[in-house]
T-cell receptor, first 119, second 111 residues
Framework: GAGVSQSPSNKVTEKGKDVELRCDPISGHTALYWYRQSLGQGLEFLIYFQGNSAPDKSGLPSDRFSAERTGGSVSTLTIQRTQQEDSAVYLC?????????????????FGPGTRLTVT | GENVEQHPSTLSVQEGDSAVIKCTYSDSASNYFPWYKQELGKRPQLIIDIRSNVGEKKDQRIAVTLNKTAKHFSLHITETQPEDSAVYFCAAGNAGNMLTFGGGTRLMVKP
């Protein structure tokens, strides 16, 4: 089946502009995660959605960052007033408790990422 | 919160040799420890994971060991091949919940 998809694959924006990054999780996956990966670095947790529960926003670096998940499926990560230090690859992942077709329970499946460059 | 340390940051081995990557974690409540492989320009992909109720798990040339008392776990790759060259990330957390990742290990396998 289809994996996690993200759009756009690349985004170049000017400092101070707002950007929206989109994630389509695997169908049936109840959990959705956003991570940030700076060049040559590890994965930094940003936010986690699980079903209809309130999201865990503990990883968001500032109030310029926010995320929504509509209808328990698609998620949008918004960065307002972008700064150069926001430049990174933003990765989305999804997981299930066993309901995603052909996927292993609890395993986080990653999307291809959105490379954000703030000039 | 959880804190995961990973060593070494880079590792170079000769083809056919073994490679070992080590991680420590801080939160004794963590019960799920996956390892991801990320090839250049690609997304991370799970290669093996272990739950806290077992001490070792093996899948062909890859094995993971877990010491819950000491709060550390390790990835072992035997008979390394050039295609094993990638960045490897360990992670710790609770199954179905957010993960805390280590800083990554760049493994280079020289033919």
């Amino acid at each position: 089946g289809a994996g996690v998809s993200q759009s756009p694959s690349n985004k170049v924006t000017e400092k101070g502009k707002d950007v929206e990054l989109r994630c389509d999780p695997i169908s049936g996956h109840t959990a959705l995660y956003w991570y940030r990966q700076s060049l040559g670095q590890g994965l930094e947790f940003l936010i986690y959605f699980q079903g209809n529960s309130a999201p865990d926003k503990s990883g968001l670096p500032s109030d310029r960052f926010s995320a929504e998940r509509t209808g328990g499926s698609v998620s949008t990560l918004t960065i307002q007033r972008t700064q150069q230090e926001d430049s990174a690859v933003y990765l989305c992942a999804s997981s299930s408790y066993g309901r995603g077709r052909g996927t292993k329970p609890y395993e986080q499946y990653f999307g291809p990422g959105t490379r954000l460059t703030v000039t | 919160g959880e804190n995961v340390e990973q060593h070494p940051s880079t590792l170079s081995v000769q083809e056919g040799d073994s490679a070992v990557i080590k991680c420590t974690y801080s939160d004794s409540a963590s019960n799920y420890f996956p390892w991801y492989k990320q090839e250049l320009g690609k997304r991370p992909q799970l290669i093996i994971d272990i739950r806290s109720n077992v001490g070792e798990k093996k899948d062909q040339r890859i094995a993971v060991t877990l010491n819950k008392t000491a709060k550390h776990f390790s990835l072992h790759i035997t008979e390394t091949q050039p295609e094993d060259s990638a960045v490897y990330f360990c992670a710790a957390g609770n199954a179905g919940n957010m993960l805390t990742f280590g800083g990554g290990t760049r493994l280079m396998v020289k033919p």
